[in-house]
């Protein structure tokens, strides 16, 4: 655990030849910062373990290196990112242990070397769109 402020600072968008971004279990507080939508370079982010809650902000759409992401164990409610299908590099989705109340969107079939995906232990609508299930690259 590291002592950082208890939110992300507005200025981490000026970072932009950030790859990597772990900000797990820091105690942080308050929604995603709109600012992350500018680190054009990053390919891993993490921010799991922290109590960030609202939606998640239409800009990390535009994190089309982004090849990780984990936002697990947070208190997220809305807003699996429209435009998922943007991330086309995404190997790893982690959103479970949040509160996420929307149906699973099937956009996630065009993330084809998408690997590993957790949705547990949210209030997600229980059917599983069936081009989910057949996407070849989940394990």
Not at 11 to 23: A, H, N, P, T, Y
Not at 66 to 92: G, P, R, T
Not at 98 to 114: A, D, R, T, V, Y
Request: contains cysteine.
């Amino acid at each position: 655990m590291n002592n950082i402020p208890r939110s992300i600072p507005l200025e981490i968008g000026d970072l932009s030849k950030l790859q990597v971004l772990d900000l797990s279990s820091n105690h942080i507080v308050g929604e995603i910062r709109v600012q992350l939508g500018k680190l054009f370079s990053l390919n891993k982010l993490i921010l799991n373990m922290n109590q960030l809650y609202g939606g998640m902000p239409l800009k990390l759409d535009s994190l089309t290196k982004l090849q990780y992401l984990d936002l697990s164990a947070n208190k997220l409610w809305s807003l699996i990112l429209e435009n998922i299908d943007n991330l086309l590099k995404l190997c790893y989705l982690n959103l479970s242990n949040n509160q996420f109340i929307q149906k699973i969107p099937i956009e996630l079939e065009k993330l084809i070397p998408l690997s590993e995906l957790d949705l547990n232990y949210n209030f997600l609508d229980v059917e599983i769109p069936f081009q989910i299930c057949n996407m070849k690259s989940l394990e």
